[in-house]
């Protein structure tokens, strides 16, 4: 029998994981749970790698990133998913576009997430942590989420064109950095302000404890 794990609102979407001794299947469902999306079985190979046997997405939600948002959650979860030896013309499209035409294995290289912020906020997010708090240095910005980058570089060009700090806070900056092992994955998202997002900068809705942050140089 299948162990199964249900899973709500990863970018957008619902999900069911279920595994057994031979591999794990997902399916992808619209966040109230009814329509399904699409889905993906796989075997274990001898290394316990995922090796990709079916992939589908409904027709009428092609180019999405549904198939990618599936790949992307059970690579958060631990997987490694290799690249078929015997891949479709569409699957190897799609593998191509994500990760590269010389990539075999789809797996989480990026170690850490980095987020941007000011001298004088960090005596309050050692206190409460870090998202902790209704303001925020952007109009759009939503209290309770943390805005990370895949880039430190990245995160730091964000707090230098903030919009609602005191000019001489944009000399004070402080680049803090945050191992994904210690992000709850379910919470981990693709930044909604960004258009067109390729996975540079995150959402993380939750507070992230003070002793699970690091400064960088």
């Given amino acids: ?56 997405v409904d027709e009428r939600y092609h180019g999405q990133g549904i198939a990618a948002a599936m790949y992307d959650y059970l690579k958060s979860k631990g997987y490694k998913i290799i690249r078929s030896w015997d891949q479709t013309d569409a699957g190897r499209g799609f593998w191509d576009k994500h990760r590269g035409a010389e990539a075999t294995v789809w797996e989480d290289t990026q170690e850490y997430l980095y987020h941007a912020t000011y001298r004088p906020l960090l005596k309050s997010i050692q206190a409460k942590g870090l998202g902790n708090t209704t303001q925020s240095q952007w109009t759009d910005s939503e209290p309770g989420v943390v805005y990370l980058a895949q880039d430190p570089e990245v995160a730091r060009s964000y707090a230098e064109t903030a919009e609602s700090v005191p000019e001489e ?17 379910d919470r981990l998202h693709m930044d909604r302000n960004v258009q067109d997002n390729t996975g540079d900068t995150l959402e993380y809705h939750g507070v992230i404890p003070a002793n699970k942050l690091r400064r960088t140089k």
Avoid: C, H, N
């Avoid at 806070?169 to 994955?185: E, G, N």
């Fill in 169 to 185: 806070w944009l000399d004070q900056i402080v680049v803090l950095q945050i191992s994904k092992k210690d992000l709850d994955a």
């Fill in 1 to 56: 029998m299948r162990a199964q794990e249900f899973v709500k609102d990863y970018e957008g979407m619902s999900l069911k994981i279920s595994r057994d001794a031979d591999g794990v299947a997902i399916r992808a469902y619209g966040a109230d749970g009814a329509r399904e999306l699409g889905m993906a079985e796989f075997f274990f190979d001898e290394q316990g790698r995922l090796d990709p046997q079916t992939v589908w």
